[in-house]
C-alpha cells in the first residue's frame, strides 16, 4: 500500500514510520502536491497546522480543484488534532466524492 503523510511535526512522523514503514512523509503542502502529481497512492493522510502559515487545506483546495485522478483516488485520513479545520477538510472532500475519515493523530 502506497501511503503518503503529510505532517511538519517531527515527532510524528517516526511514530508513525513505525507502523508504516512504507509511507513516504512530506512537511510542507507543495511537498504534499508535487508527490500527488509524481504518482498514484492509495492513502494520503494529512495535518491541517504547519509551519509558517500553511496547511493541510492548501492541498485540500488543490485536489478539489484539479481533480487528479484517471482512476481510482486514494483514501484521505485528516490526522490533524485541530477539529475545526479538520471538519472544514474532511467536509470539502466529501463535498467532492473522495472518500475521507477523521482519524486524530494518537502517539500511542
Request: hydrophobic share 40%.
Amino acid at each position: 500500500m502506497k501511503i503518503l503523510f503529510l505532517d511538519d511535526r517531527a515527532v510524528r512522523r517516526p511514530a508513525f514510520l513505525t507502523k508504516h514503514p512504507q509511507a513516504v512523509c512530506v512537511e510542507t503542502s507543495d511537498e504534499c502536491i508535487s508527490q500527488l502529481v509524481k504518482e498514484p497512492w492509495d492513502m494520503v493522510c494529512l495535518d491541517h497546522d504547519l509551519r509558517d502559515g500553511d496547511t493541510g487545506m492548501r492541498v485540500v483546495d488543490w485536489i478539489v480543484a484539479k481533480h487528479p485522478w484517471h482512476s481510482s483516488p486514494p483514501v484521505f485520513i485528516i490526522h490533524s488534532t485541530n477539529l475545526f479545520p479538520s471538519m472544514q477538510m474532511l467536509n470539502r472532500l466529501q463535498q467532492f466524492g473522495y472518500c475521507v475519515t477523521y482519524i486524530p493523530f494518537d502517539m500511542s
